[in-house]
């Protein structure tokens, strides 16, 4: 069973402190994704990575950086958090390009305060 | 824009009836997913149903694709309260690395 983790399950951030959110998976899949969820907004894309060491922008990466050190973990880094980032944040694994189900973790609520 | 969109915010049934979430996507895909999210949990993918196939079933799950009216339906039968949950329907970009999602159906299934 694909298995994507990710830590803290819930955070509390200051404004224009920085936050790091990781995610881990053991999938053995190539591409990883993050989505911030808003109530009326569903699920936006922020950034993506289909290999180590490279990353993609998604549709809103404003305010937010990722990094992929590994195939197996994936991070997503507020520099400088602000309250419009408080929000539910999934990522989510993917094995190939031709395989297009994505795999969710549990997701991290963060709040910025 | 979004890509996908689902064409009900919410939605409320009783136990046993019938429901269908409706979904319109702007560009053509390949394929079109269908994820449910119950609460506190990630969205998981219900049915993915290709650009050549009409209709796949999973269960009480029927989905429908037409790909002439850009369109696409997700039918429960026999609702149960925990088929409570955001229904979401998901395409490909034209940019193939990237799954757009629609903002959601919510759906109620009363006792």
């Known amino acids: 069973e694909a298995a994507v983790t990710q830590s803290p399950r819930s955070k509390v951030a200051v404004t224009g402190g920085k936050v790091t959110l990781s995610c881990h998976q053991t999938n053995n899949h190539d591409y990883m994704y993050w989505y911030r969820q808003d109530t009326g907004h569903g699920l936006r894309l922020i950034h993506y990575s289909y290999v180590a060491d490279s990353t993609e922008k998604g549709d809103i990466p404003d305010g937010y950086k990722a990094s992929r050190p590994s195939q197996e973990n994936f991070s997503l880094i507020l520099e400088l958090a602000s309250l419009s980032q408080t929000a539910v944040y999934f990522c989510?694994?993917?094995?190939?390009?031709?395989?297009?189900?994505?795999?969710f973790g549990s997701g991290t609520r963060l709040t910025v305060l | 824009s979004q890509l996908a969109e689902e064409n009900s915010w919410a939605l409320s049934v009783h136990e046993g009836e019938s429901v269908t979430v409706n979904c319109s996507y702007k560009t053509s895909i390949t394929a079109l997913q269908w994820y449910r999210q119950k609460s506190g949990k990630g969205p998981a993918q219900l049915i993915l149903i290709r650009s050549n196939e009409r209709e796949k079933r999973n269960g009480r799950l029927r989905a429908t694709l037409d790909t002439s009216s850009q369109s696409s339906s997700l039918s429960i039968t026999a609702t149960r309260c925990e088929d409570t949950a955001v229904y979401f329907c998901?395409?490909?970009?034209?940019?193939?690395?990237?799954?757009?999602f629609g903002k959601g159906t919510h759906l109620h299934v009363l006792p």
């Open positions: 989510a694994s993917r094995y190939t390009i031709s395989a297009e189900t994505l795999y």
């Open positions: 998901a395409t490909g970009d034209t940019n193939a690395y990237k799954v757009i």
